[in-house]
Protein backbone atom coordinates (compact mmCIF):
# COMPACT_ATOMS: atom_id res chain seq x y z
CA UNK A 1 0.00 0.00 0.00
CA UNK A 2 1.19 3.64 -1.11
CA UNK A 3 1.93 6.82 1.69
CA UNK A 4 -0.93 8.12 0.27
CA UNK A 5 -3.08 5.04 0.36
CA UNK A 6 -2.31 4.46 4.34
CA UNK A 7 -3.48 8.22 4.93
CA UNK A 8 -6.82 7.32 2.89
CA UNK A 9 -7.49 4.28 4.88
CA UNK A 10 -6.49 5.89 8.38
CA UNK A 11 -8.80 8.72 8.10
CA UNK A 12 -11.28 6.21 7.16
CA UNK A 13 -11.02 3.76 9.90
CA UNK A 14 -10.28 6.43 12.13
CA UNK A 15 -6.83 5.65 12.53
CA UNK A 16 -6.86 8.88 15.41
CA UNK A 17 -3.38 7.81 16.93
CA UNK A 18 -1.92 7.08 13.96
CA UNK A 19 -3.12 9.65 11.15
CA UNK A 20 -0.02 11.94 12.01
CA UNK A 21 3.06 9.66 11.52
CA UNK A 22 1.46 8.36 8.88
CA UNK A 23 0.92 12.07 7.01
CA UNK A 24 4.41 13.77 8.39
CA UNK A 25 5.86 10.08 6.29
CA UNK A 26 3.64 11.02 3.31
CA UNK A 27 5.23 14.48 3.57
CA UNK A 28 8.30 12.71 3.87
CA UNK A 29 8.81 10.69 1.10
CA UNK A 30 8.02 13.72 -0.77
CA UNK A 31 4.04 14.00 -1.27
CA UNK A 32 3.04 17.37 -1.85
CA UNK A 33 0.75 18.41 1.15
CA UNK A 34 -2.21 19.61 -1.39
CA UNK A 35 -2.22 15.79 -2.90
CA UNK A 36 -2.32 14.45 0.27
CA UNK A 37 -5.08 17.32 1.56
CA UNK A 38 -6.76 15.90 -1.47
CA UNK A 39 -6.57 12.56 -0.71
CA UNK A 40 -8.33 12.99 2.83
CA UNK A 41 -11.27 15.05 0.93
CA UNK A 42 -11.72 12.00 -1.25
CA UNK A 43 -11.41 9.88 1.83
CA UNK A 44 -14.44 12.09 3.47
CA UNK A 45 -16.75 11.80 0.25
CA UNK A 46 -16.40 7.96 0.64
CA UNK A 47 -16.92 8.48 4.43
CA UNK A 48 -20.36 10.05 2.89
CA UNK A 49 -21.36 7.61 0.62
CA UNK A 50 -21.42 4.44 2.95
CA UNK A 51 -23.18 6.94 5.75
CA UNK A 52 -25.41 7.40 2.81
CA UNK A 53 -25.33 3.55 2.50
CA UNK A 54 -26.07 2.67 5.89
CA UNK A 55 -22.58 1.16 6.34
CA UNK A 56 -21.57 3.56 8.50
CA UNK A 57 -23.54 5.61 11.38
CA UNK A 58 -22.67 9.06 12.82
CA UNK A 59 -20.09 7.56 15.23
CA UNK A 60 -17.36 6.48 12.73
CA UNK A 61 -18.36 9.98 10.42
CA UNK A 62 -17.01 11.77 13.90
CA UNK A 63 -14.39 9.52 13.86
CA UNK A 64 -13.25 9.65 10.55
CA UNK A 65 -13.85 13.85 10.76
CA UNK A 66 -11.46 14.43 13.97
CA UNK A 67 -9.09 12.09 12.19
CA UNK A 68 -8.83 14.05 9.03
CA UNK A 69 -8.51 17.35 11.40
CA UNK A 70 -5.76 15.99 13.24
CA UNK A 71 -4.11 15.07 9.83
CA UNK A 72 -5.09 18.21 8.28
CA UNK A 73 -3.00 20.29 11.62
CA UNK A 74 0.37 18.31 10.13
CA UNK A 75 0.15 19.71 6.87
CA UNK A 76 -1.24 23.02 7.80
CA UNK A 77 2.58 24.86 8.33
CA UNK A 78 2.64 23.20 4.50
CA UNK A 79 -0.21 25.01 3.08
CA UNK A 80 -0.24 28.20 4.95
CA UNK A 81 2.09 30.98 3.03
CA UNK A 82 3.92 33.59 3.96
CA UNK A 83 1.54 36.76 4.34
CA UNK A 84 2.93 39.19 2.41
CA UNK A 85 -0.28 41.72 1.83
CA UNK A 86 -2.50 42.48 4.05
CA UNK A 87 -6.18 42.20 3.40
CA UNK A 88 -7.91 43.36 6.49
CA UNK A 89 -10.21 41.12 8.86
CA UNK A 90 -12.19 38.11 7.37
CA UNK A 91 -15.14 36.63 9.23
CA UNK A 92 -16.16 33.26 8.68
CA UNK A 93 -18.76 30.79 10.46
CA UNK A 94 -20.96 27.89 9.80
CA UNK A 95 -24.16 28.97 9.50
CA UNK A 96 -27.12 28.00 12.68
CA UNK A 97 -28.04 24.67 12.91
CA UNK A 98 -24.75 23.17 10.96
CA UNK A 99 -22.11 21.46 13.34
CA UNK A 100 -19.48 20.47 9.88
CA UNK A 101 -16.64 23.02 10.50
CA UNK A 102 -13.64 20.89 8.17
CA UNK A 103 -14.28 22.66 5.10
CA UNK A 104 -14.98 26.05 6.91
CA UNK A 105 -11.93 25.60 9.09
CA UNK A 106 -9.80 24.74 5.59
CA UNK A 107 -11.40 28.24 3.77
CA UNK A 108 -10.32 30.22 7.05
CA UNK A 109 -6.55 28.21 6.77
CA UNK A 110 -6.23 29.41 2.85
CA UNK A 111 -7.44 32.80 3.28
CA UNK A 112 -5.23 33.36 6.15
CA UNK A 113 -2.43 32.65 4.78
CA UNK A 114 -3.64 34.91 1.61
CA UNK A 115 -3.24 37.51 4.04
CA UNK A 116 -6.26 38.37 6.14
CA UNK A 117 -6.98 38.25 9.92
CA UNK A 118 -9.47 35.64 10.26
CA UNK A 119 -12.22 36.06 13.24
CA UNK A 120 -13.58 32.48 13.30
CA UNK A 121 -17.33 32.47 14.85
CA UNK A 122 -17.23 28.51 14.76
CA UNK A 123 -20.27 26.27 14.11
CA UNK A 124 -24.11 26.76 14.87
CA UNK A 125 -23.55 30.28 14.61
CA UNK A 126 -27.08 32.37 14.80
CA UNK A 127 -27.53 35.31 11.73
CA UNK A 128 -27.18 37.81 14.43
CA UNK A 129 -23.85 36.78 15.95
CA UNK A 130 -22.33 37.39 11.82
CA UNK A 131 -24.16 40.83 11.93
CA UNK A 132 -22.72 41.75 15.42
CA UNK A 133 -19.13 40.15 14.40
CA UNK A 134 -19.27 42.60 11.65
CA UNK A 135 -20.29 45.60 13.30
CA UNK A 136 -17.94 45.34 16.01
CA UNK A 137 -15.04 45.27 13.34
CA UNK A 138 -15.75 48.09 10.68
CA UNK A 139 -12.27 47.34 9.06
CA UNK A 140 -13.80 43.62 7.68
CA UNK A 141 -14.56 43.33 3.97
CA UNK A 142 -15.62 40.41 3.65
CA UNK A 143 -17.50 37.65 5.62
CA UNK A 144 -17.54 33.94 4.80
CA UNK A 145 -20.87 31.78 5.40
CA UNK A 146 -20.48 27.97 5.13
CA UNK A 147 -23.12 25.29 4.93
CA UNK A 148 -22.79 22.03 4.42
CA UNK A 149 -26.29 20.54 4.74
CA UNK A 150 -29.46 20.99 2.51
CA UNK A 151 -31.15 21.66 5.80
CA UNK A 152 -29.34 25.06 6.57
CA UNK A 153 -29.31 26.36 3.41
CA UNK A 154 -31.92 28.57 4.40
CA UNK A 155 -29.78 29.30 7.60
CA UNK A 156 -27.46 30.36 5.23
CA UNK A 157 -30.21 32.61 3.72
CA UNK A 158 -30.95 33.69 6.32
CA UNK A 159 -27.60 35.02 7.49
CA UNK A 160 -27.18 36.74 4.20
CA UNK A 161 -30.45 38.79 4.85
CA UNK A 162 -29.76 39.64 8.06
CA UNK A 163 -26.60 41.04 6.28
CA UNK A 164 -28.18 43.24 4.07
CA UNK A 165 -31.29 43.89 6.44
CA UNK A 166 -28.31 45.19 8.71
CA UNK A 167 -27.38 47.70 6.15
CA UNK A 168 -23.97 46.46 6.63
CA UNK A 169 -23.88 45.73 2.62
CA UNK A 170 -22.13 49.03 1.60
CA UNK A 171 -19.21 47.50 4.57
CA UNK A 172 -18.81 43.82 3.39
CA UNK A 173 -18.86 41.46 0.53
CA UNK A 174 -20.49 38.24 1.38
CA UNK A 175 -18.58 34.88 0.25
CA UNK A 176 -20.60 31.41 0.38
CA UNK A 177 -19.83 28.09 0.15
CA UNK A 178 -20.19 24.17 1.34
CA UNK A 179 -21.65 20.92 -0.49
CA UNK A 180 -24.54 22.11 -1.12
CA UNK A 181 -24.51 25.65 -2.53
CA UNK A 182 -24.39 26.21 -6.11
CA UNK A 183 -23.21 29.74 -7.58
CA UNK A 184 -27.60 30.11 -8.41
CA UNK A 185 -28.40 29.82 -4.64
CA UNK A 186 -25.61 32.49 -3.94
CA UNK A 187 -27.03 34.59 -6.74
CA UNK A 188 -30.80 33.63 -4.86
CA UNK A 189 -29.96 34.49 -1.69
CA UNK A 190 -28.08 37.67 -2.62
CA UNK A 191 -24.49 36.62 -1.74
CA UNK A 192 -21.37 38.53 -3.46
CA UNK A 193 -19.46 35.44 -4.50
CA UNK A 194 -19.48 31.48 -4.51
CA UNK A 195 -16.31 29.22 -4.75
CA UNK A 196 -16.37 25.90 -4.55
CA UNK A 197 -13.25 24.85 -2.43
CA UNK A 198 -10.64 26.49 0.24
CA UNK A 199 -8.51 27.87 -2.56
CA UNK A 200 -10.80 29.48 -4.63
CA UNK A 201 -12.24 30.90 -1.52
CA UNK A 202 -9.45 32.84 -0.67
CA UNK A 203 -8.62 33.88 -4.18
CA UNK A 204 -12.21 34.94 -4.00
CA UNK A 205 -11.44 36.95 -1.25
CA UNK A 206 -8.67 38.80 -2.16
CA UNK A 207 -10.67 40.24 -5.56
CA UNK A 208 -13.26 40.81 -3.38
CA UNK A 209 -11.24 42.83 -0.80
CA UNK A 210 -9.59 45.01 -3.56
CO1 LIG B 1 -22.24 15.05 8.12
N1 LIG B 1 -23.25 15.04 6.47
N2 LIG B 1 -23.89 15.00 9.16
N3 LIG B 1 -21.10 14.88 9.66
N4 LIG B 1 -20.83 14.71 6.93
C1 LIG B 1 -22.50 15.18 5.22
C2 LIG B 1 -22.35 16.64 4.85
C3 LIG B 1 -23.38 14.34 4.21
C4 LIG B 1 -23.25 14.82 2.75
C5 LIG B 1 -23.09 12.84 4.34
C6 LIG B 1 -23.94 12.01 3.43
O1 LIG B 1 -25.07 11.70 3.75
N5 LIG B 1 -23.44 11.64 2.28
C7 LIG B 1 -24.82 14.58 4.81
C8 LIG B 1 -25.56 15.81 4.30
C9 LIG B 1 -26.67 15.45 3.34
C10 LIG B 1 -27.35 16.67 2.87
O2 LIG B 1 -27.72 17.54 3.60
N6 LIG B 1 -27.50 16.73 1.58
C11 LIG B 1 -24.51 14.68 6.29
C12 LIG B 1 -25.46 14.46 7.32
C13 LIG B 1 -26.81 13.97 6.88
C14 LIG B 1 -25.17 14.68 8.68
C15 LIG B 1 -26.10 14.52 9.88
C16 LIG B 1 -27.53 15.10 9.66
C17 LIG B 1 -26.13 13.04 10.25
C18 LIG B 1 -27.09 12.67 11.37
O3 LIG B 1 -26.96 13.12 12.47
N7 LIG B 1 -28.05 11.85 11.02
C19 LIG B 1 -25.34 15.30 10.99
C20 LIG B 1 -25.74 16.77 11.04
C21 LIG B 1 -25.13 17.45 12.24
C22 LIG B 1 -25.28 18.96 12.14
O4 LIG B 1 -24.49 19.61 11.48
N8 LIG B 1 -26.33 19.51 12.75
C23 LIG B 1 -23.94 15.15 10.51
C24 LIG B 1 -22.85 15.12 11.38
C25 LIG B 1 -21.54 14.96 10.97
C26 LIG B 1 -20.38 14.79 11.95
C27 LIG B 1 -20.48 15.72 13.16
C28 LIG B 1 -20.38 13.36 12.43
C29 LIG B 1 -19.14 15.04 11.02
C30 LIG B 1 -18.66 16.50 11.00
C31 LIG B 1 -17.37 16.68 11.75
C32 LIG B 1 -16.83 18.09 11.60
O5 LIG B 1 -17.05 18.79 10.62
N9 LIG B 1 -16.14 18.50 12.62
C33 LIG B 1 -19.74 14.78 9.63
C34 LIG B 1 -18.95 14.52 8.48
C35 LIG B 1 -17.48 14.29 8.70
C36 LIG B 1 -19.52 14.49 7.18
C37 LIG B 1 -18.83 14.15 5.83
C38 LIG B 1 -18.59 12.66 5.80
C39 LIG B 1 -17.54 14.88 5.56
C40 LIG B 1 -17.62 16.41 5.64
C41 LIG B 1 -16.25 16.97 5.43
O6 LIG B 1 -15.61 17.39 6.37
N10 LIG B 1 -15.76 16.93 4.16
C42 LIG B 1 -19.91 14.63 4.79
C43 LIG B 1 -19.87 13.87 3.47
C44 LIG B 1 -19.09 14.60 2.41
O7 LIG B 1 -18.63 15.70 2.55
N11 LIG B 1 -19.00 13.98 1.28
C45 LIG B 1 -21.14 14.72 5.61
C46 LIG B 1 -14.41 17.35 3.83
C47 LIG B 1 -14.37 18.89 3.69
C48 LIG B 1 -12.96 19.35 3.36
O8 LIG B 1 -15.21 19.25 2.63
O9 LIG B 1 -16.83 20.45 4.17
O10 LIG B 1 -17.39 20.04 1.72
P1 LIG B 1 -16.38 20.32 2.77
O11 LIG B 1 -15.66 21.70 2.43
C49 LIG B 1 -15.13 21.98 1.16
C50 LIG B 1 -16.13 22.71 0.24
O12 LIG B 1 -17.48 22.40 0.51
C51 LIG B 1 -15.79 24.14 0.38
O13 LIG B 1 -14.38 24.13 0.64
C52 LIG B 1 -14.06 23.00 1.43
C53 LIG B 1 -12.65 22.53 1.15
O14 LIG B 1 -12.21 22.65 -0.14
N12 LIG B 1 -16.38 24.99 1.40
C54 LIG B 1 -16.42 26.33 1.22
C55 LIG B 1 -16.91 24.71 2.61
N13 LIG B 1 -17.28 25.82 3.22
C56 LIG B 1 -16.99 26.84 2.40
C57 LIG B 1 -17.14 28.23 2.55
C58 LIG B 1 -16.73 29.05 1.49
C59 LIG B 1 -16.20 28.51 0.33
C60 LIG B 1 -16.02 27.15 0.19
O15 LIG B 1 -16.82 30.36 1.54
C61 LIG B 1 -17.12 31.00 2.76
Redesign the pocket.
Known sequence: MSKLQEVMKAVETGKLKQIEELVQSAIDEGIEANEILNAM?ET??V???K??RNEIF?PE??V??LT??KGVEVLKPLLAGANVTSYGKFI?GTVQ????????N??ALMVESAGFEVIDLGVDVPAQKFVEAIKANPDCKVV???A?????MEAMKVTVKAIIDAGLKSQVKI??????ITPEFAEEIGADAY?????S?AQKAKELAS
Open positions: IMGIGDFQVMLAGMKIGDLHDIGKLVGVSLLTTTLVGGAPTPDAGA
